[in-house]
């Protein structure tokens, strides 16, 4: 499997992620919408595992059902099977629980949620694809290689307390994203002109 595309659907579920923890944290109710992202993104990283396993996951899997599809793949290639299972199970079952049925978790479950999921998406990601979690950028579901890599400068410089290089660098991202934009609405009107005649 392409490692961009690994990359790529790797920085989707974590926005997913973050988008559920910043919504962890908001008041009850709706905190609660949180256990649907945690769900939601761990089970686009299950599927995103089984097709780098190449294992066939069916329409009837339930969620659950990929630790025991997974698992036996994992150890034959020497890798650490998949963690927390039953905290899963519990996650599962608050979004059933929410989704069908009404029944708005605890915040101490979502919180519990929250922990639990984040620590499976970093002990998962780096045990199966050899990515540490936290290096995942959503920097990289931008097409645009130049300003990507601006702002890749941009996270660098940060990181290294350089704020003017950094700031610098984010301005520069912008331009190149403008000039990118403008030669992309260029290109279609070209196109757009040419399928008219």
Known sequence: MDKEIII??????KYIVHQANFQSKEPEPLCCLAVLGF?????LLLHLIAEKLNVQIGKNDSFIGYWPKLNP?????????????????????ARVGLKHHGNLPSKSSIEEFRII?????????????????EEVSLIDLIPYTDVKDYL???????KNG?????VTNLAISFVALISNYKENKEELEVIKKKKET
């Open 152 to 158: 890749k400068d941009a996270e660098n410089y940060f």
């Open 39 to 43: 769900h939601d993104a761990t089970e």
């Open 73 to 93: 793949v994992l150890k034959r290639e020497n890798k650490s099977e998949l963690s927390h299972q039953a905290s899963m199970n519990k996650l599962n079952n």
């Open 117 to 133: 999921t984040n620590t499976f998406f970093q002990e998962s990601i780096k045990n199966v694809f050899d990515i540490d979690f």
């Open 162 to 166: 350089n704020i003017k290089d950094c």
């Open 8 to 13: 790529k659907r790797l920085a989707f579920i």
